[in-house]
């Protein structure tokens, strides 16, 4: 079992930067960098939605509302991926988490291993 930790979330005005980061640990955290790695949101009272992703191979995806603005990344040796988020809008204000999944058909499929998340805020 893989054990995901999120850290980095915040409170930042809007136009500000923030970076995420997911380490994975456990007896298959040797094992992170061979998975698809994908990071999601969810605000109060909304479904939980993938942002980004990041194939084992170095293959990014983002939804449309963060294109341009995030930036999905991966070290390896670090068993750790990173979501640089810029120009953050008020909009982006949610409980980010990540999960290890599955790459597959040039599209993500969520993995049953998830981070406890971490909140970002953008003020206004």
């Known amino acids: 079992q893989v054990q995901l930790v999120e850290s980095g979330g915040g409170l930042v005005q809007a136009g500000g930067s923030l970076r995420l980061s997911c380490t994975a640990s456990?007896?298959?955290?040797?094992?992170?960098?061979?998975?698809?790695v994908g990071w999601y949101r969810q605000s109060p009272g909304k479904q939980r939605d993938l942002v980004a992703f990041?194939?084992?191979?170095?293959?990014?995806n983002y939804v449309d509302s963060v294109k341009g603005r995030f930036t999905i990344s991966r070290d390896d040796p670090k068993n750790t991926v990173w979501l640089q988020m810029n120009s953050l809008k008020p909009e982006d204000t949610a409980v980010y988490y990540c999960?290890?999944?599955?790459?597959?058909?040039?599209?993500?499929?969520?993995?049953?291993?998830w981070g406890q998340g971490t909140q970002v805020t953008v003020s206004s």
């Open positions: 999960n290890r999944g599955y790459f597959r058909g040039g599209d993500y499929a969520s993995g049953s291993s």
């Open positions: 456990g007896a298959s955290g040797s094992a992170f960098r061979f998975s698809a």
């Open positions: 990041i194939s084992s191979g170095g293959i990014t």
